[in-house]
């Protein structure tokens, strides 16, 4: 089962990314006419028409699977978002999120949705099992020392903007340095869209 998620991204890269995916559309488009065609549909009927429309569909699942056609906005993000959890460590086998815990990328430090100037449109992709599991158990199980250390700050410190201006400086520099630590979905999905539109053709 797909997990849907939605993340304030700028508007151009939106764009970027859209203007990636259009084509991949067109093209499989042409491929399904002229695959059909080939088929010969027309002259087909019953079990016969049955089956190759199930071979069809099965060689274009094949084609979107292997990242030939990059036909949605998760197709086109996927190689790189694999790539982008990879190097952070994050793609491999995580415990489940414990029930009734915080949502990963909703975290206690990071700057939420709203924190990156200019992030005025919203990408909404469905991620597959095998994406959405590890970024969203990784980003939790990597974020919980930090929420951690960031909740003992704020009882000893205090948490509204006035207990956090009274407090030492040294203090102040290590809840920085804890809020700094902590990842949020939406920066590993930004990394993959910014890798996505700013790849070069063919890799």
Do not use: F
């Given at each position: 089962?797909?997990?849907?998620?939605?993340?304030?991204?700028?508007?151009?890269?939106?764009?970027?990314?859209?203007?990636?995916?259009?084509?991949?559309?067109t093209a499989e488009t042409r491929w399904q006419a002229a695959a059909e065609q080939q088929a010969g549909l027309l002259d087909l009927r019953g079990p016969a028409l049955r089956a190759a429309r199930a071979r069809i569909r099965g060689e274009r699942d094949r084609l979107r699977e292997s990242g030939t056609h990059q036909v949605t906005r998760c197709r086109a993000?996927?190689?790189?978002?694999?790539?982008?959890?990879?190097?952070?460590?994050?793609?491999?086998?995580?415990?489940?999120?414990?029930?009734?815990?915080?949502?990963?990328?909703?975290?206690?430090?990071?700057?939420?949705?709203?924190?990156?100037?200019?992030?005025?449109?919203?990408?909404?992709?469905?991620?597959?099992?095998?994406?959405?599991?590890?970024?969203?158990?990784?980003?939790?199980?990597?974020?919980?020392?930090?929420?951690?250390?960031?909740?003992?700050?704020?009882?000893?410190?205090?948490?509204?903007?006035?207990?956090?201006?009274?407090?030492?400086?040294?203090?102040?520099?290590?809840?920085?340095?804890?809020?700094?630590?902590?990842?949020?979905?939406?920066?590993?999905?930004?990394?993959?869209?910014?890798?996505?539109?700013?790849?070069?053709?063919?890799?």
């Open positions: 089962m797909g997990h849907t998620m939605v993340i304030a991204v700028p508007p151009a890269d939106l764009d970027r990314l859209d203007a990636l995916v259009d084509p991949h559309k993000l996927a190689p790189a978002l694999r790539a982008e959890l990879d190097a952070r460590g994050l793609l491999r086998e995580w415990e489940p999120i414990p029930d009734g815990a915080q949502q990963a990328g909703q975290n206690l430090g990071g700057t939420g949705p709203y924190g990156g100037a200019g992030y005025a449109a919203r990408l909404c992709v469905t991620l597959p099992g095998a994406l959405a599991v590890p970024l969203l158990r990784g980003v939790y199980w990597t974020n919980l020392p930090h929420l951690q250390a960031l909740e003992a700050w704020g009882d000893q410190w205090g948490t509204d903007s006035v207990s956090r201006r009274a407090a030492p400086n040294e203090a102040l520099a290590e809840r920085a340095q804890a809020a700094a630590q902590v990842i949020t979905t939406g920066q590993i999905l930004r990394a993959a869209l910014h890798h996505t539109i700013n790849r070069t053709p063919g890799t």
